[in-house]
Nanobody, 127 residues
Framework: QVHWVESGGGSVQAGGSLRLSCTSS????????MGWFRQVRGKWRDPVSC????????HYIDSVKGRFTISRDMVKNTLYLQMDSLQPNDTAMYYC????????????????????WGQGTQVTVSS
């Protein structure tokens, strides 16, 4: 199976910043709409942000608008999520994956050519 690989998580105090990265050695980022998702233990894995395959469109859930920025480096084949002004309720395991479009109803696309979930990267924000 082919997986996306996330990194960059850590523990910060409220108001701090982190930058998450996502890449794959076998999948080419430019071929996909891509998204970041997060999961709190015991809850669903929910979309956070996405970017279209051509980089023109982005979408954020309301709770992170103005604080998070999604971007990508096509040369490095890497997707980023810059997270500023972090809050305790941002604490979660963060995952990246291919997305079925980029908008408020977009979700993850998994399996086959779209790759599979990686192990995620933990973000912990203390008050």
């Amino acid at each position: 199976q082919v997986h996306w690989v996330e990194s960059g998580g850590g523990s910060v105090q409220a108001g701090g910043s982190l930058r998450l990265s996502c890449t794959s050695s076998r999948l080419t980022l430019a071929n996909y709409d891509m998204g970041w998702f997060r999961q709190v233990r015991g809850k669903w894995r929910d979309p956070v942000s996405c970017i279209s395959s051509n980089g023109v469109s982005t979408h954020y859930i309301d709770s992170v608008k103005g604080r998070f920025t999604i971007s990508r480096d096509m040369v490095k084949n890497t997707l980023y999520l810059q997270m500023d002004s972090l809050q305790p309720n941002d604490t979660a395991m963060y995952y990246c994956g291919a997305s079925n479009g980029c908008g408020p109803r977009s979700g993850v696309r998994l399996g086959g050519e779209f790759g599979n979930w990686g192990q995620g990267t933990q973000v912990t924000v203390s008050s």
